[in-house]
């Protein structure tokens, strides 16, 4: 198993901002069926980040995922030597995951807990499977 860091205010403000704007779009090269619904979109390319999927963007609403919360974190941006890395934690295929803004998974939740002291927006990836969680 493999745990991708995103400052969870980043997420909260990119969360907030996607749940407020006018419409919401669909990545272009996925099936049909995807729901045009607020989402925050976990992609997979050359790096591994978040973001979201309100028509128009916000601006500066990609964010990078980290391998750890420590100073020494590699930032997941792609290219060069971190293409690896990122293949070993995401697998080879390129992805984008719709993580919709209902249930427990809202703008509204994401700030609470941020509030309770949780720093960062977690996504725990074992083959297939992943896990999301907000944690100190």
């Keep these: 198993m493999a745990k991708l860091y995103f400052p969870l205010a980043d997420v909260v403000r990119v969360a907030e901002e996607t749940a407020a704007a006018p419409s919401h779009h669909v990545a272009d090269w996925l099936n049909?069926?995807?729901?045009?619904v607020?989402?925050?979109?976990?992609?997979?390319?050359d790096g591994t980040y978040i973001m979201s999927n309100?028509?128009?963007?916000?601006?500066?609403?990609?964010?990078?995922?980290?391998?750890?919360?420590g100073p020494r974190a590699l930032t997941l941006s792609g290219g060069?030597?971190?293409?690896?890395v990122v293949r070993d934690i995401c697998g080879g295929d390129d992805f984008a995951e719709y993580l919709?803004?209902?249930g427990n998974l809202t703008a509204a939740n994401l700030r609470a807990a941020m509030e309770?002291?949780?720093?960062?927006?977690?996504?725990?990836?074992?083959?297939?499977?992943?896990?999301?969680d907000a944690e100190a």
Aim: without cysteine; glycine residues 10%.
């Design 100 to 102: 919709t803004l209902e």
């Design 32 to 36: 049909e069926g995807v729901p045009q």
């Design 80 to 84: 060069g030597d971190l293409y690896d």
């Design 54 to 69: 309100a028509d128009p963007r916000p601006e500066g609403d990609v964010i990078y995922a980290r391998t750890t919360k």
């Design 38 to 45: 607020p989402a925050l979109m976990w992609v997979k390319d």
């Design 116 to 132: 309770r002291g949780a720093r960062w927006f977690t996504i725990s990836v074992r083959g297939e499977s992943f896990t999301i």
